[in-house]
């Protein structure tokens, strides 16, 4: 696994950098402080305040809440953060997603609700907005599209 490739969003400079490659198998809840680079299995939840790296091999059956994530691998469930989210070419989301920001790269596969919260917090009850499936998104009402798939 190169981490030079999954460590691509500007995150704050940490000095603690929690790494679990892919062959950790985890059944239940996933819980860390800074950030971590997760490239295994997990079925469950992940539960978090810091930046999260979901890398190519990275499977996670359940719910993902943390500060800002990165997808590459595959999410089946739904993605609350509150600032950014990141699907990369290589990643597959089936779930909903709700962010302050949310990026999808050309490649990504995405079948679900987004919800863009120009507030401070994406479980606050601001603005609905929707996330245009390619780039940046941009202020607007809530998506209610059902599947959206980018392909190169």
Do not use: W, Y
Not at 127 to 148: F, G, M, N, W
Request: with cysteine; aromatic share 4%; proline share 3%.
């Amino acid at each position: 696994m190169n981490l030079n490739n999954l460590t691509s969003f500007a995150a704050e400079p940490s000095s603690t950098k929690n790494v679990l490659a892919n062959d950790v198998e985890i059944h239940g809840t996933l819980k860390f402080e800074n950030e971590l680079i997760f490239d295994g299995k997990l079925d469950g939840e992940i539960i978090s305040e810091g930046f999260l790296t979901l890398g190519k091999n990275a499977q996670v059956k359940g719910e993902v809440k943390t500060k800002a994530v990165t997808v590459h691998g595959t999410v089946n469930g739904n993605i609350t953060v509150t600032e950014r989210c990141e699907l990369k070419a290589s990643s597959q989301l089936n779930g909903d997603l709700k962010a302050m920001r949310i990026i999808i790269e050309e490649g990504a596969t995405f079948i679900g609700k987004s919800e863009v919260t120009p507030s401070k917090t994406a479980s606050g009850s601001a603005h609905r907005t929707t996330a245009p499936a390619s780039a940046q998104a941009s202020a607007a009402e809530p998506s209610r599209s059902k599947s959206t798939s980018l392909a190169g």
